[in-house]
T-cell receptor, first 116, second 111 residues
Framework: KQEVTQIPAALSVPEGENLVLNCSFT??????LQWFRQDPGKGLTSLLL?????REQTSGRLNASLDKSSGRSTLYIAASQPGDSATYLC???????????????FGSGTQLTVLP | NAGVTQTPKFQVLKTGQSMTLQCAQD?????MYWYRQDPGMGLRLIYY???????DKGEVPNGYNVSRLNKREFSLRLESAAPSQTSVYFC??????????FGPGTRLTVL
């Protein structure tokens, strides 16, 4: 059974700092990995999707990397801003025994606070 | 284009009461999902529907039923609510192995 872990559970940084959020997963046979952002009391917003054949994806100040062999992904946020404060969740889509895509398995998230 | 919508936003039930959570998407996606989110546990899949007319159990289906009414709508029913079902419920949809889109959630309290 796939397990997804995000450490730390909470992180606080001063504005302007570059930071890295970590995600690890136990089964390296994955379709893709997705990073989401969740604001308090809101739903999840997709940030980046990395297919299993890709090593990284970039969107603005965000860069996500994927290392399947080690079962790790990182989300890099450059020049952090108070508006980046939110919970960031990692989710992995694996394979069923039939070869079809399995459903997403989520980590419990990292709560990020960027201090002005 | 509203994306994924959910009703209601908030609900308080007494133990034993029933209710249905509604979800609709306007992106013509085949797959739809229901998750629950509890503090410190991430999101857990309750039920999903890979296409219109099909539904399957997820990780935590006990105490719930679902209906894929048509391609747009996927409802979640609690027949006899229990305090353990107090949670935030999210509906989601996607096409193939692409990005999954989420609704704003329903915050349910069972007393």
């Amino acid at each position: 059974k796939q397990e997804v872990t995000q450490i730390p559970a909470a992180l606080s940084v001063p504005e302007g700092e570059n930071l890295v959020l970590n995600c690890s997963f136990t089964d390296s046979a994955i379709y893709n990995l997705q990073w989401f952002r969740q604001d308090p009391g809101k739903g999840l917003t997709s940030l980046l999707l990395i297919q299993s054949s890709q090593r990284e994806q970039t969107s603005g100040r965000l860069n996500a990397s994927l290392d399947k062999s080690s079962g790790r992904s990182t989300l890099y946020i450059a020049a952090s801003q108070p508006g980046d404060s939110a919970t960031y969740l990692c989710a992995v889509r694996g394979f069923e025994a039939s070869g079809s895509a399995r459903q997403l398995t989520f980590g419990s998230g990292t709560q990020l606070t960027v201090l002005p | 284009n509203a994306g994924v919508t959910q009703t209601p936003k908030f609900q308080v039930l007494k133990t034993g009461q029933s209710m249905t959570l509604q979800c609709a998407q306007d992106m013509n996606h085949n797959s739809m999902y229901w998750y629950r989110q509890d503090p410190g546990m991430g999101l857990r899949l309750i039920y999903y529907s890979a296409s219109e007319g099909t539904t399957d159990k997820g990780e935590v289906p006990n105490g719930y039923n679902v209906s894929r009414l048509n391609k747009r709508e996927f409802s979640l029913r609690l027949e006899s609510a229990a305090p353990s079902q107090t949670s935030v419920y999210f509906c989601a949809s996607r096409q193939n192995t692409d990005t999954q889109y989420f609704g704003p959630g329903t915050r349910l309290t069972v007393l």
